[in-house]
């Protein structure tokens, strides 16, 4: 007789929530989280999330209904807060009615996300403490992403492991999906089993088959290591820029030559703090283009979590979701074991 698979048991909520076969969410990577990728993701019994990033309106909405082309399945529309474009994306958003918005970035204010829900469309928000767990909740989001440092991306200052017992033990009304360094099912099921709803993954499914990304960022990443992933500082409180994670290269430290060049044109008066922080997303966005799309690993900014030290060759997305199922029943399974 086939063993009870206790994967059901905890994958109930999220996958109640999201729609979906299995709580396992691929994380919106602009230039890579296209609508190819985000039904791949969906049509293997996962959630995919259409990346906004900085694209222009039209382009967002092409790809959104590239997606309902593809699946019929759930997804979500990421939107970054702190993107010149957020405007507009808002717009496109609310006005495609899309199943999920996924607000990112930064933490959005009360009457976005209550327009947005208005659509008919469930929101979630990321949130890096507990007191911006709730302050989201009270918003209206009805999940939240809990995602550590050791994320891609911008992301925050304090490692999952932190996170976990500031939110996730804290937080109970709302499904909480956990995300940042993630690539095993075993960790995954362990995630479960602390009551996390769901998990999200970036980096893994960034260097899938179907992701657009030019095969140099493929396989650039799968050469790094854990280490090779850094964070980018802040070298002053008037040009506040998100913390972003990349794999460390020439694009890094141009980076840190613009905000010192940033930071003297403040001093001079020469240009606005809102300006500067716009001048600061603009290269990102543009440099992210040139690596995923044009494979410049050298200038361009290979986006990463730490978890790409975990990640050594190219698959299907089928075949991630499924490894990482796997994983996961089986470790419910040795664990169950070990408790009898």
Known sequence: MASERLSERFFKRGSEFLGVRYPILSGAMTWVSDARLVAAV????GFG???GGNAPAKVLEDEIRKVRELTTKPFAVNLVTIAPMYKEHLEVVCQQKVPFVVFAGSFPKEEPVQRVKATGAKVMCFASTDSIAQRMIRYGAEAIILEGMEAGGHVGHVSLIVLLQQVLFATSAV???VAGGLASGRMAAHLLLMGASGIQLGT???VSEESPAHPDFKQHFLRANARDAVSTPQF???LPVVAVRALRNQGHDDFSRLQLELIARLDRKEITREAAQLEVEKFWMGALRRAVQEGDIKRGSLMAGQSVGLVDRVQPVADII???????EAEFQRVRSSLQ
């Open 175 to 177: 499904p909480v999906f």
């Open 322 to 328: 499924r490894e990482l199922t796997d994983e996961m």
């Open 42 to 45: 969906c049509n293997a019994g």
């Open 204 to 206: 893994r499914f960034a």
């Open 49 to 51: 999330c259409l990346a």
């Open 236 to 238: 002053d409180s008037r």
